[in-house]
């Protein structure tokens, strides 16, 4: 039996993994530390939320007083640290609430872990921290971080902050970088639920600039258990890519969604293209699928047919959530990472 700190587990992969974990490892226990931005959402892990092996505490990750009240509540073994903002518009319009949140709260989160001690603490990043690429080759684990939006730049701060704990502390940290995910549960400021919901409204589909950008997608229960190998298996001080190998251009999924919807391409509208928009990621995890076995299961075309199916009989969860409209005032987004 083991505790995990889960952080960031009201948002949308952390929900999706407290799920997950719940159901496969129900002699665990799991802490759910997350501060409830307009990202986290209750509602996400309601099914588990009267279980005795579960509990909720509301905080932010870079609170130190906080932080360290929860360590002290029961031993915690495993930290699994998806808290962040995440959503590459708002770093846009504004930065610090990012470096706050994914820098300092990775490094309150890390020397709290430190000072308790865990048996793994898992870094959970992203693709984005490499930067951007050509129209040829995948990112590798050992490509450069080059990351060019503030939200990439501090989930790279944060990268190399796990990294550090790793070297100087001998902390048994490990980083993971996945592409892309989709899935339920996701806030409909991202590309899919986007599309999405605004194509069940007959509304227009944003797509920036000339919707060739390219993405990875990984349908969100293979990056939880992704994650699981790398809880298990995966070696300290190490990084591991996750990626479905499942490129597409941000217009062949909009094209994609709207024909699974029968709603025709005339609802697409390009628009004004973010500033500093990465042109492709593509990932390779080759590592993960030599050294912990892990395959992603699902495809993008059964992926996106689940999701669409999810969004369809979940109106209520996603209709209510700022953002949903085109024109509400919390619209920050045309739907992009
Ligand atoms: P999300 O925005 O849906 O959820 C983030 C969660 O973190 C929310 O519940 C929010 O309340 C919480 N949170 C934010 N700031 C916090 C703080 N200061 N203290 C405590 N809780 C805080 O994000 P997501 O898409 O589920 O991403 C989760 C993690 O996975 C992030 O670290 C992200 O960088 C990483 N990631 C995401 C993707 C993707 O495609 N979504 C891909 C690769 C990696």
Same mark, same amino acid.
């Given at each position: 039996?083991?505790?995990?700190?889960?952080?960031?587990?009201?948002?949308?992969? =952390?929900?999706?993994?407290?799920?997950?974990?719940?159901?496969? /490892?129900?002699?665990?226990?799991?802490?759910?530390?997350?501060?409830?931005?307009?990202?986290?959402?209750?509602?996400?892990?309601?099914?588990?939320?009267?279980?005795?092996?579960?509990?909720?505490?509301?905080?932010?990750?870079?609170?130190?007083?906080?932080?360290?009240?929860?360590?002290?509540?029961?031993?915690?073994?495993? %930290?699994?640290?998806?808290?962040?903002?995440?959503?590459?518009?708002?770093?846009?319009?504004?930065?610090?609430?990012? %470096?706050?949140?994914?820098?300092?709260?990775?490094?309150?989160?890390?020397?709290?872990?430190?000072? /308790?001690?865990?048996?793994?603490?898992?870094?959970?990043?992203?693709?984005?921290?490499?930067?951007?690429?050509?129209?040829?080759?995948?990112?590798?684990?050992?490509?450069?971080?080059?990351?060019?939006?503030?939200?990439?730049?501090?989930?790279?701060?944060?990268?190399?902050?796990?990294?550090?704990?790793?070297?100087?502390?001998?902390?048994?940290?490990?980083?993971?970088?996945?592409?892309?995910?989709?899935?339920?549960?996701?806030?409909?400021?991202?590309?899919?639920?986007?599309?999405?919901?605004?194509?069940?409204?007959?509304?227009?589909?944003?797509?920036? =600039?000339?919707?060739?950008?390219?993405?990875?997608?990984?349908?969100?229960?293979?990056?939880?258990?992704?994650?699981?190998?790398?809880?298990?298996?995966?070696?300290?001080?190490?990084?591991?890519?996750?990626?479905?190998?499942?490129?597409?251009?941000?217009?062949?999924?909009?094209?994609?969604?709207?024909?699974?919807?029968?709603?025709?391409?005339?609802?697409?509208?390009?628009?004004?293209?973010?500033?500093?928009?990465?042109?492709?990621?593509?990932?390779?995890?080759?590592?993960?699928?030599?050294?912990?076995?892990?395959?992603?299961?699902?495809?993008?075309?059964?992926?996106?047919?689940?999701?669409?199916?999810?969004?369809? /009989?979940?109106?209520?969860?996603?209709?209510?959530?700022?953002?949903?409209?085109?024109?509400?005032?919390?619209?920050?987004?045309?739907?992009?990472?």
């Amino acid at each position: 039996m083991s505790t995990l700190l889960v952080t960031g587990g009201m948002g949308f992969i =952390g929900s999706n993994f407290v799920l997950y974990w719940l159901e496969r /490892h129900p002699e665990d226990r799991i802490m759910n530390y997350d501060a409830l931005t307009y990202a986290g959402n209750p509602e996400n892990t309601a099914s588990v939320s009267g279980l005795p092996q579960y509990r909720f505490i509301r905080g932010d990750v870079a609170d130190r007083m906080k932080v360290n009240e929860a360590f002290q509540e029961e031993k915690i073994d495993i %930290v699994v640290h998806f808290a962040a903002e995440s959503h590459v518009d708002r770093s846009i319009a504004d930065p610090q609430s990012f %470096v706050r949140a994914n820098v300092l709260g990775t490094q309150t989160l890390l020397e709290a872990a430190r000072t /308790h001690g865990v048996s793994k603490f898992i870094q959970v990043s992203t693709d984005e921290v490499y930067g951007t690429l050509g129209s040829a080759g995948l990112f590798t684990e050992t490509t450069p971080l080059a990351p060019n939006s503030p939200y990439s730049a501090s989930k790279a701060g944060a990268d190399f902050l796990a990294r550090a704990y790793y070297e100087t502390f001998g902390m048994p940290v490990v980083i993971t970088r996945c592409s892309n995910n989709y899935g339920p549960y996701q806030y409909p400021e991202k590309l899919i639920p986007t599309i999405i919901t605004r194509a069940l409204r007959d509304e227009p589909v944003p797509v920036y =600039g000339d919707g060739l950008n390219v993405r990875d997608w990984l349908y969100v229960q293979d990056h939880c258990s992704a994650i699981e190998r790398v809880i298990r298996q995966g070696r300290p001080g190490q990084v591991y890519n996750v990626g479905g190998g499942s490129e597409r251009t941000n217009l062949q999924i909009a094209r994609h969604i709207l024909a699974e919807l029968g709603k025709p391409d005339r609802l697409l509208q390009f628009v004004a293209d973010r500033p500093g928009h990465d042109r492709r990621y593509a990932i390779d995890s080759g590592k993960i699928q030599r050294e912990l076995g892990w395959r992603p299961q699902c495809t993008l075309d059964q992926g996106l047919k689940r999701t669409v199916e999810w969004y369809l /009989h979940h109106e209520a969860w996603w209709s209510k959530l700022p953002g949903s409209r085109p024109n509400s005032a919390s619209q920050r987004t045309n739907g992009g990472d």
